[in-house]
């Protein structure tokens, strides 16, 4: 909780203190959002690496949690008031910063706060399930359910009271609440270190993993005894000339067969990143007033986090054991099809708030200027609120896609691979948020005449952008449909990693989801 509270403060506004301290323009700001959540989601896959190969999750944790630490001290100092703080020197003159100096701070901040996260995020939710595996299949779902849980109260409280914080009382202390909430986590998670069930990293499985399938490309076809059905990964193991055992090959494979249904995710992943980008470039220029005080234009990811809120508990306690009893159980890969519609939907209804957004400013007296962070917008009188449905509807996708996309990776890898395919599911995250700001950047360019976005939205088209991404994750989906009609789910091993012993543990069992 603490951890995410931290992250989700330094990701709130992020877009806001560029264009209003930083200097950016509305486009480069969009940049530095995108690719500092793309590089966080892409280094899972390197902290799962360091903790499978050497460190083991509990001191890659540690570890990460004080490069993150570093990288949290670095980030107020991009934003303190120097004039105020030193007053006026013996010359005359004022210390401050330049911009550039402040970008250089800022920047080198978010790289070690994205270590720090890589580090975390591959480690800590395997590492937590690790503690409860020996309880069953159930207990693993449930703690899944109830980490997410966890996460989303974090991030309630960074999207509302410190977004409040950073954009209506100074950057500075509202950089400075991450920090310590990050220290606090560190502090707690040290201090239970006993309690824990720990497990020593089982060696350099990804780099066994790229010897497995250089072996597979490059190696004549061995020689099978008669009647063995031919399959292209036997020729790596010992038994048929190769060089690892059978169970290595299998586990390899086993991580394979999940890399098809984690690139289909990656598209919800770039629907997902317009939250902190697109949405808020719209709430930006809505009307954040209630009661006479500017409530954060990022704030609206509290109603993301809300949903998420209240929905696990009623499908951890509700409609999965309720499917279950009715012998209508649904997988995982069901459960993330859902997710996917109802991401598809979210950026269906901003199209939609968009058009009423420009519809409203048309009219007489329907345009009002606010200022938010120290930075004027021309705004609609359309209440802010009218984008709840949209953070809602990625919420609730949440719960289906992401949730399940975690214990899908966690149970369908060998104990030996979790936190690489932990790693591997966040990489999708990553690619996700590089995937949305290369559809901005083509968008823009290829609509310059007649913009789709636009440093200001309100001389764009910017509901034509969100129809696109609407069309190209139903596209996704039906991808996503036929990957899933083929997939065969590992069995879940008593350590909770996917059985793939030779010849074992295999469901001759397809994918149905045409009820969705």
Not at 34 to 40: C, D, K, L
Not at 117 to 126: D, M, R, S
Not at 154 to 159: H, K, P, R, T, V
């Amino acid at each position: 909780m603490c951890e995410r509270l931290t992250f989700y403060s330094v990701g709130a506004n992020t877009v806001l203190f560029g264009t209003s301290v930083l200097k950016y323009s509305s486009t480069d700001a969009a940049h530095v959002a995108n690719i500092f959540t793309g590089v966080v989601y892409l280094l899972p896959l390197l902290g799962g690496f360091v903790s499978d190969a050497w460190a083991g999750k509990f001191r890659t944790i540690v570890g990460a949690g004080f490069l993150y630490t570093l990288g949290l001290v670095l980030l107020p100092a991009s934003a303190i008031d120097y004039q105020t703080l030193f007053g006026q020197q013996e010359d005359g003159s004022y210390y401050d910063l330049s911009v550039d100096t402040r970008r250089a701070l800022f920047l080198s901040g978010l790289t070690f706060i994205a270590l720090g996260t890589g580090g975390i995020k591959a480690n800590v939710g395997p590492f937590g399930a690790q503690q409860l595996v020996d309880n069953g299949e159930g207990a693993v779902q449930a703690f899944f359910n109830w980490f997410y849980w966890f996460i989303n109260v974090g991030s309630l409280i960074a999207y509302t009271g410190v977004a409040y914080i950073q954009q209506e009382v100074s950057f500075a202390w509202g950089f400075f609440v991450p920090l310590i909430s990050m220290v606090i986590a560190i502090i707690i998670f040290i201090a239970a270190q006993t309690l824990y069930i720990h497990k020593p990293p089982g060696g350099s499985i990804l780099a066994t993993s790229v010897l497995v399938c250089c072996q597979v490309c490059v190696r004549r076809r061995p020689v099978l005894p008669p009647g063995h059905k031919r399959r292209v990964f036997d020729k790596a193991k010992k038994q048929y000339g190769g060089s690892f055992d059978s169970d290595v090959v299998d586990s390899v494979k086993s991580v394979l067969a999940v890399i098809p249904v984690f690139i289909t995710v990656i598209m919800y992943w770039a629907i997902y990143a317009q939250m902190t980008t697109t949405f808020f470039f719209q709430g930006e220029r809505m009307d954040v007033r209630v009661g006479g005080i500017n409530i954060p234009a990022s704030g609206l990811n509290a109603f993301n986090t809300i949903i998420i809120i209240i929905l696990i508990p009623i499908v951890d306690r509700g409609l999965y054991p309720f499917l279950q009893r009715i012998g209508r159980p649904l997988t995982h890969l069901q459960r993330m099809g859902i997710g996917f519609l109802l991401a598809a939907l979210s950026v269906v209804v901003a199209g939609v708030v968009e058009i009423a957004r420009k519809d409203r400013m048309h009219e007489a007296h329907g345009v009002h200027m606010q200022e938010l962070g120290g930075e004027k917008f021309n705004a609609s009188d359309l209440s802010v609120f009218a984008q709840v449905s949209e953070y809602a509807l990625v919420g609730a996708s949440e719960v289906f896609a992401s949730i399940c996309g975690l214990e899908f990776a966690f149970t369908q890898a060998p104990k030996s691979m979790q936190g690489v395919v932990t790693g591997l599911f966040y990489v999708a995250s990553g690619l996700g948020s590089f995937v949305s700001d290369g559809i901005l950047n083509a968008v823009k360019a290829a609509s310059k005449d007649y913009p789709w976005f636009d440093d200001e939205i309100n001389n764009a088209h910017v509901e034509y952008f969100f129809f696109l991404l609407a069309g190209l994750m139903l596209l996704d989906f039906l991808v996503f449909l036929v990957i899933a009609r083929f997939y065969r789910y590992r069995k879940p091993s008593p350590e909770g990693g996917g059985e793939v012993k030779a010849g074992e543990g295999t469901i001759e069992w397809k994918e149905d989801l045409t009820h969705l």
